[in-house]
Antibody, heavy 120, light 106 residues
Framework: QLQLQESGPGLVKPSETLSLTCTVSGGSVSSSSYYWGWIRQSPGKGLEWIGS???????FYNPSLQSRVTMSVDTSKNQFYLSLSSVTAADTALYYCARHESLLGTFDSWGQGTLLTVSS | EIVMTQSPATLSVSPGERATLSCRAS??????LAWYQQKPGQAPRLLIY???TRATGIPARFSGSGSGTQFTLTISSLQSEDFAVYFCQQYNNWLTFGGGTKVEIK
């Protein structure tokens, strides 16, 4: 059974860069059938798609976050990553990683989420 | 960006009753619309895709309808495990979510 697990620092200072990891088990990020995405959830903005990556490294970002987002994948570790620069309090949220079958598609498997707080 | 608006924000329903949730898109998304259920402390779970197709393992009491800009999720007879927050998501033009409808016990 596919499982996704997010990990990250929990607390990041304003203006710094947050880095999150999603570890996939029970499946492979190298599968040509899926994309791997990041979604965040905050009380103020609800659910927001951040971006997605394909196993060969093609990336697709939410236009509203594109200037600050970088995603990457490490097939040898079965992990993919999110980097968000110049964070502010508005980036405080629960961050999920998830799988989707097509870029313009639905998320059929999700991690449990990792809470990220931006505070000095 | 396509804005998804859900209504009502909160729906109070008695167990066994029908619940009808609405989702409106700021422009047409054809039938590229999904519904998710989220319970406290859990990630969202996919219920419906293609506006009306139930995902694997989803009970028949969940049904979706609509196309273009207006969509509905109906839960025909609410069970105790159905009290949760429901989100719609469009995937016609990038990916955006609605703000959610909380279905609570009346």
């Amino acid at each position: 059974q596919l499982q996704l697990q997010e990990s990250g620092p929990g607390l990041v200072k304003p203006s710094e860069t947050l880095s999150l990891t999603c570890t996939v088990s029970g499946g492979s990020v190298s599968s040509s059938s899926y994309y791997w995405g990041w979604i965040r959830q905050s009380p103020g903005k609800g659910l927001e798609w951040i971006g997605s990556i394909y196993y060969v490294g093609n990336t697709f970002y939410n236009p509203s976050l594109q200037s600050r987002v970088t995603m990457s994948v490490d097939t040898s570790k079965n992990q993919f990553y999110l980097s968000l620069s110049s964070v502010t309090a508005a980036d405080t949220a629960l961050y999920y990683c998830a799988r989707h079958e097509s870029l313009l598609g639905t998320f059929d498997s999700w991690g449990q989420g990792t809470l990220l707080t931006v505070s000095s | 960006e396509i804005v998804m608006t859900q209504s009502p924000a909160t729906l109070s329903v008695s167990p066994g009753e029908r619940a009808t949730l609405s989702c409106r898109a700021s422009q047409s998304v054809d039938i590229n619309l999904a519904w998710y259920q989220q319970k406290p402390g859990q990630a969202p779970r996919l219920l419906i895709y293609g506006a009306s197709t139930r995902a694997t393992g989803i009970p028949a009491r969940f049904s979706g309808s609509g196309s273009g800009t207006q969509f509905t999720l109906t839960i025909s007879s609410l069970q105790s495990e159905d009290f949760a927050v429901y989100f719609c998501q469009q995937y016609n033009n990038w990916l955006t979510f609605g703000g959610g409808t909380k279905v609570e016990i009346k």
